[in-house]
T-cell receptor
Framework: GAGVSQSPSNKVTEKGKDVELRCDPI?????LYWYRQSLGQGLEFLIY????????KSGLPSDRFSAERTGGSVSTLTIQRTQQEDSAVYLC?????????????????FGPGTRLTVT | AQTVTQSQPEMSVQEAETVTLSCTYD???????LFWYKQPPSRQMILVIR??????QNATENRFSVNFQKAAKSFSLKISDSQLGDAAMYFC??????????????FGKGTHLIIQP
């Protein structure tokens, strides 16, 4: 079956513009994650969705970042008024859900990422 | 907060030889999972191996095995019979087991593995 897909693969934008990154998880995966990978900060966890809800948004770097998930499937990560420090690879992952205590071991399947460059 | 440390930014090994990548972590949790992920130049993160903290037996997947020392909070990855296709960035990652799914993975900074033909 198809893996996690992300679009666009690469995005170059001017400082101050808004961008929208899309993630299509594996069918049937109820959990969805966004990560950011940058040279300075390494891999950072941003936000997690169970179904359409995100219980904790504290990992988002600033209030310019928002994320939503609709229909328990596709998710979008939106960055408003982009800054040069937002330049990074944004990775999405999905996994099966489960009962508390078993979540941690479920494999997260990653997409190929979106490379965002803010000029 | 938990942290994951990979002290080797880069490692090089001859093809067919064995190499060990180091990882240490810090946590106050007793229930957690540890992972090694591989990231080739294509950027796609691929799970290599997983270890449950409650299991004493070290995980093994074909040529990949781990040395899990819970008391020392150490989780090294051994790659036997290294192949050219093993060249990639390797990330050690941690996730607590009791988070109910709300926790993402905490990653180390990565080790760049070079395979010399």
């Amino acid at each position: 079956g198809a893996g996690v897909s992300q679009s666009p693969s690469n995005k170059v934008t001017e400082k101050g513009k808004d961008v929208e990154l899309r993630c299509d998880p594996i069918s049937g995966h109820t959990a969805l994650y966004w990560y950011r990978q940058s040279l300075g900060q390494g891999l950072e966890f941003l936000i997690y969705f169970q179904g359409n809800s995100a219980p904790d948004k504290s990992g988002l770097p600033s209030d310019r970042f928002s994320a939503e998930r609709t229909g328990g499937s596709v998710s979008t990560l939106t960055i408003q008024r982009t800054q040069q420090e937002d330049s990074a690879v944004y990775l999405c992952a999905s996994s099966l859900g489960g009962t508390r205590g078993t979540w941690g071991g479920y494999e997260q399947y990653f997409g190929p990422g979106t490379r965002l460059t803010v000029t | 907060a938990q942290t994951v440390t990979q002290s080797q930014p880069e490692m090089s090994v001859q093809e067919a030889e064995t190499v060990t990548l180091s990882c240490t972590y810090d946590t106050s949790e007793s229930d957690y999972y540890l992972f090694w992920y591989k990231q080739p130049p294509s950027r796609q993160m691929i799970l290599v191996i997983r270890q449950e903290a409650y299991k004493q037996q070290n995980a093994t997947e074909n040529r990949f095995s781990v040395n899990f020392q819970k008391a020392a909070k150490s989780f090294s990855l051994k790659i036997s019979d290294s192949q050219l296709g093993d060249a990639a960035m390797y990330f050690c990652a941690y996730r607590r087991g009791s988070g109910g799914g709300a926790d993402g993975l905490t990653f180390g900074k990565g080790t760049h593995l070079i395979i010399q033909p």
